[in-house]
């Protein structure tokens, strides 16, 4: 099984531009969530989904939206992008947000804002 | 709040054990996880603690002390492939979802 996709893989984008950062599971878990990762700061949350239909802010949520229509997808949408947004993305999810869940990460979106 | 401390960096060598330590400070923990991510890569899962003691896998173990807040990973007989950034990670029930993450610590193993 594929486990998690993300795409694109990188991109540059211009500020004031906006993207869509593209994440697919094909682990039926209920739970999904948005990560960047900066040098010096490590993983900080963005966004999550406990299930399809609900969405939750997380640790750094200013400049970012998502929505979650169906189980299998979690797109995190930028609608203005700064260069403070320079960094990795990573989408991850668990089966669900219970304490013993693992959470499995995709490999990761490396955008650049100019 | 939360906080989670670990060092930033370690180096040892092959064939050695190092102990990487991770210190947090949560109002309400419900679980400890530590990750492995090689450079360029996504983090992969390495271990679960939520009781005290220690959970051991293959080469690699790791201790929880919720009284202390403390827990570290062990790593055994160091291979170079062993060289990444190593993750601790909390969950916080009170938080409500996610794990909040360490900085990392960046292990080097030389032969």
């Known amino acids: 099984t594929a486990g998690i996709t993300q795409a694109p893989t990188s991109q540059i984008l211009a500020a004031g531009r906006s993207m869509t950062l593209r994440c697919t599971q094909d682990m039926r878990h209920n739970a999904m969530y948005w990560y960047r990762q900066d040098l010096g700061l490590g993983l900080r949350l963005i966004h999550y989904?406990?299930?399809?239909?609900?969405?939750g802010k997380g640790e750094v949520p200013d400049g970012y939206s998502v929505s979650r229509a169906n189980t299998d997808d979690f797109p995190l949408t930028l609608a203005s992008a700064v260069p403070s947004q320079t960094s990795v993305y990573f989408c991850?999810?668990?089966?669900?947000?219970?304490?013993?869940?693992?959470?499995?990460f995709g490999p990761g979106t490396r955008l650049t804002v100019l | 709040g939360q906080n989670i401390d670990q060092p930033t960096e370690m180096t040892a060598t092959e064939g050695a054990i190092v102990q990487i330590n991770c210190t947090y400070q949560?109002?309400?923990?419900?679980?400890l996880f530590w990750y492995q991510q090689h450079a360029g890569e996504a983090p992969t899962f390495l271990s679960y603690n939520v009781l005290d003691g220690l959970e051991e896998k293959g080469r690699f173990s790791s201790f929880l002390s919720r009284s202390k807040g403390y827990s570290y990973l062990l790593l055994k007989e160091l291979q170079m492939k062993d060289s990444a950034s190593y993750l601790c990670?909390?969950?916080?029930?009170?938080?409500?979802?996610?794990?909040?993450f360490g900085k990392g610590t960046t292990l080097s193993v030389s032969s």
């Open positions: 991850a999810s668990s089966q669900d947000q219970g304490s013993t869940d693992t959470q499995y």
């Open positions: 949560t109002s309400g923990f419900n679980g």
């Open positions: 990670a909390v969950r916080d029930h009170q938080a409500g979802t996610a794990l909040i």
């Open positions: 989904s406990n299930t399809a239909g609900t969405t």
